[in-house]
């Protein structure tokens, strides 16, 4: 049953993807919504950034600076120098979350995961879904699930007596849900 299907977005200098999965799990299909976001930089720029973070990391630590010309002696007596050779022998983004490079544009990351508020402003019809999120891995039984805030571990279920955390809960996904993930929705 696996399915893996990315959908990406970008905004002026902005950048959104969210990768939706099923694959079957010992308890049936499990959904997995992840998102990667950040910025927009032209490869020039992005270049100019890179050598700046390893100025600025040679001219703030001493010791690295120190470490690294005694490393290569010879090759580099000031900050900008280290940088050059950082870079010259790393690749010119070295040190750059660079998600991916598209002609000259770099796209840089910021951040990455459950980020379900980008994934929410970048893509509103994934939303609704995302309670489906991990649907393996529930902490809690499907009453704690509709509290509005966690239980408190040692106060078992009103309901069903469930004590929260003691195990994964497995939570079936609706027909509808698989055929979204699938694509088909």
């Known amino acids: ?11 002026g200098d ?7 999965e099923l694959r079957e799990r010992d308890g049936g299909p ?19 950034e890179a050598r700046q973070y390893w100025i ?3 001219e703030e630590d001493d010791a690295e600076f120190g470490a690294f010309v005694k490393r290569f002696p010879g090759e580099a007596s000031t900050p ?5 050779l950082v870079l010259c ?5 070295h040190g750059m979350d660079v998600h991916a490079e598209d002609g000259d544009k770099v796209y840089l990351l910021i951040g990455c995961g459950q980020c379900v508020d980008e994934i929410r402003a ?7 879904y995302l309670r489906y999120h991990l649907n393996g891995m529930n902490a809690g039984c499907e009453h704690q699930r509709a509290l509005d805030e966690t239980p408190a571990v040692s106060e078992p279920c009103a309901v069903c007596g469930y004590e929260y955390g003691s195990r994964w809960l497995h939570e079936d996904l609706p027909a509808d849900v698989i055929e979204w993930a699938m694509g088909e929705g």
Do not use: H, Q
């Open 122 to 128: 970048w893509f509103p019809e994934v939303a609704p």
């Open 1 to 11: 049953m696996g399915n893996k299907r990315t959908m990406f977005k970008e905004k």
């Open 56 to 58: 600025d990391f040679f």
């Open 89 to 93: 022998y790393d690749g010119e983004l």
């Open 80 to 84: 900008e120098e280290a940088a050059a």
């Open 14 to 20: 902005e950048w959104c993807e969210v990768t939706i």
């Open 30 to 48: 499990e959904l997995s919504i992840c998102g990667s976001f950040g910025r927009i930089e032209t490869r020039e720029d992005a270049e100019v």
